[in-house]
T-cell receptor, first 111, second 117 residues
């Protein structure tokens, strides 16, 4: 199973761009890279997903280099409400059906 | 689309009693649902895969007789924590795969905070 490595925590200020990098050296050929956001006492919420190059949606961008051994989630102009835990996911359970979560990155945004 | 509803959002029960948590897919059919457990300051840990019309598949180390899972319909899975003890206090989250979500179908419920006293 592919393992992900993310920084445990990051600090930022309102209005700044935040980039969270995730390492996944053993990613399988067919695996997609998915990022989720989780607030305290809530379930994870989907942010963005990609396979290679760059993906952008209304809330974030995802940059994936050609070797796919890492990915970077970019949050433009963060606000206080972006304070949360961010998970980078590439792995599934042995049956290949359920997402397996790593430790995540706790992002703290200050004013 | 792709909304997963979980109920209750929190529950307090006495040690030794059983508690049932419901997970519903509101606008899509989910033949497979997943149950996770999350302790404070930790990540989500997959407990089991709930399969409609058949037995659940439990991850290694999860007691199937303690955490009973029933997936009787395409929109409802239930997790029953039997003979609950304080160490079972945790945040339980369900997930379903289906609907038209662009993230290849993984949608999570809002979670249930279980406190056993």
């Amino acid at each position: 199973l592919a393992k992900t490595t993310q920084p445990i925590s990051m600090d930022s200020y309102e209005g700044q761009e935040v980039n969270i990098t995730c390492s996944h050296n053993n990613i399988a050929t067919n695996d997609y890279i998915t990022w989720y956001q989780q607030f305290p006492s809530q379930g994870p919420r989907f942010i963005i997903q990609g396979y290679k190059t760059k993906v952008t949606n209304e809330v974030a961008s995802l940059f994936i280099p050609a070797d796919r051994k890492s990915s970077t989630l970019s949050l433009p102009r963060v606000s206080l409400s972006d304070t949360a835990v961010y998970y980078c996911l590439v792995a599934y359970n042995q049956a290949g059906t359920a997402l397996i979560f790593g430790k995540g990155t706790t992002l703290s945004v200050s004013s | 689309g792709a909304v997963v509803s979980q109920h209750p959002s929190w529950v307090i029960c006495k040690s030794g009693t059983s508690v049932k948590i419901e997970c519903r897919s509101l606008d899509f059919q989910a033949t497979t649902m997943f149950w996770y457990r999350q302790f404070p300051k930790q990540s989500l840990m997959l407990m089991a895969t709930s399969n409609e019309g058949s037995k659940a598949t439990y991850e290694q180390g999860v007691e199937k007789d303690k955490f009973l899972i029933n997936h009787a319909s395409l929109t409802l899975s239930t997790l029953t924590v039997t003979s609950a003890h304080p160490e079972d206090s945790s945040f339980y989250i369900c997930s379903a795969r289906g609907g038209t979500a662009t993230n290849y179908g993984y949608t999570f419920g809002s979670g249930t905070r279980l406190t056993v006293v």
